[in-house]
């Protein structure tokens, strides 16, 4: 079977479990600058540069993987949120975006086999990617509504290098997440399309939005569903919701996704709203409690958390989902669907 066999097969079994937050864990470690920096010599200091410690102190990440995955994760998302040329610029090491990126694969991949070994339940390594710091929708100049720091081709190239190091390092899937410009998401989309033709074979993409209101649009304005009709196209293994807030306040937005998408739901929310210091508060339980609901609504098929959330976390997550039944996939009628920053569907 191919990977996106394998992956469908175990979501139609159980509901799946991604893993937690990784800044989080490692701030734990209260790492120093020369722990950042290791002996790259570089130009900038390093430190807050947690995609780096793949090359220079690689027992971090594998540490807080090997925590996930005894919590009970089916999935390791590479610790690789800003290993994009763009990003890493900020910490002169974008020469060295392809070998953090294949270094970091490698590491998940080692352990997620290591894991499936030991018991033979599969598990899956998803490259994650993020949305840079640049957004093709909005001009960074209040005065230049027409203004664009970057243009649709450069960003797709950028995410491209760090898509075929991931895919060298291993990585089943390309998770584009944290999506808050859905035409940034559509560049990750084409450098996955294109990476997968040049080696001639299916690569998976899992999407994950990330709302800047309650309200449910992302920064570019767009809503769940006209998200969802943007990007169906690209035939994602899964399409969900990361980030901004708590599974509290993404319930309506997750119900609404559940309905419509004919794939897997993904949704990895915060440990609830940070406090006046920025910290996240809510225990385990609260967090399981929250997720277990859309589980028991059949609105989900892979859960896990991502600020603040911990392997206790996860391990919650895992033993109030364990033996619900997964979501079905719906199967909507065929019409013309398309997207502004609203849905548009034209009947038949």
Not at 18 to 35: C, R
Not at 135 to 160: H, M, W
Not at 280 to 305: C, F, K
Request: hydrophobic share 40%; net charge negative.
């Amino acid at each position: 079977m191919t990977t996106r066999q394998t992956f469908l097969a175990e979501a139609a079994k159980r509901i799946l479990i991604t893993d937690g937050a990784f800044g989080t864990e490692i701030q734990n470690w209260k790492l120093s600058e020369a722990d950042y920096a290791g002996d790259l010599g570089l130009a900038k200091d390093q430190k807050g540069n947690n995609d780096i410690l793949a090359l220079t102190k690689p027992e971090v990440p594998e540490a807080i993987h090997r925590a996930y995955f005894e919590a009970g994760a089916d999935i390791a998302e590479t610790n690789t949120f800003s290993a994009n040329r763009i990003s890493q610029a900020d910490y002169a090491a974008e020469h060295l975006v392809r070998e953090i990126n294949v270094e970091s694969a490698k590491l998940a991949r080692r352990l997620a086999d290591e894991f499936q070994a030991k018991d033979g339940r599969p598990r899956f390594v998803a490259g994650a990617v993020g949305p840079t710091n640049k957004t093709l929708s909005l001009s960074p100049d209040v005065n230049d509504p027409g203004f664009r720091e970057i243009d649709f081709d450069y960003l797709k190239d950028v995410y491209r290098e760090q898509v075929d190091a991931l895919l060298e390092g291993g990585a089943d899937f390309i998770l584009i997440e944290t999506v808050f410009d859905t035409l940034n998401a559509k560049a990750g989309i084409m450098a996955v399309l294109e990476a997968a033709e040049a080696l001639g074979r299916d690569v998976p993409i899992m999407l994950s939005m990330t709302l800047t209101d309650l309200s449910g649009r992302n920064l570019s304005g767009h809503t769940v569903e006209a998200f969802w009709h943007a990007v169906r196209h690209a035939k994602p293994v899964t399409i969900g919701l990361n980030c901004s807030f708590g599974a509290e306040q993404l319930r309506p937005h997750v119900r609404t996704l559940s309905g419509i998408c004919d794939t897997l739901i993904m949704v990895y929310p915060n440990a609830g709203l940070p406090n006046e210091l920025g910290e996240y508060d809510e225990q385990p339980s609260t967090t399981a409690g929250l997720v277990r609901e859309w589980a028991a609504n059949a609105q989900v098929n892979v859960l896990g958390g991502c600020c603040g959330s911990t392997p206790a976390h996860i391990a919650a997550i895992a033993k109030a989902v364990g033996g619900l039944t997964p979501r079905a996939l719906p199967v909507p009628p065929v019409v013309t669907r398309l997207a502004g920053l609203e849905p548009m569907t034209m009947a038949a």
